[in-house]
């Protein structure tokens, strides 16, 4: 990552993180790319999902 973005989250987005990190693993990311786990997920994979979820 370049560029740090920092935002302050919502206790309750704290909360769901937290119940995210037994599936996420050792991995610092919440979207992980698929083959490289340390960089985050394309923006046109994002975009693709939101896409189909809307068909």
């Given at each position: 990552?370049?560029n740090?973005h920092?935002i302050?989250?919502?206790?309750q ?6 119940q ?12 992980p790319?698929?083959?490289k786990r ?9 975009r ?5 979820s809307?068909?």
């Open positions: 990552m370049d740090e920092l302050q989250l919502s206790r987005t704290i909360e769901i993180l937290e995210l990190k037994p599936i996420t693993g050792r991995y610092d990311l919440v979207f790319s698929e083959r340390d960089q985050a997920m394309s923006d046109n994979t994002m693709r999902v939101i896409f189909q809307e068909q």
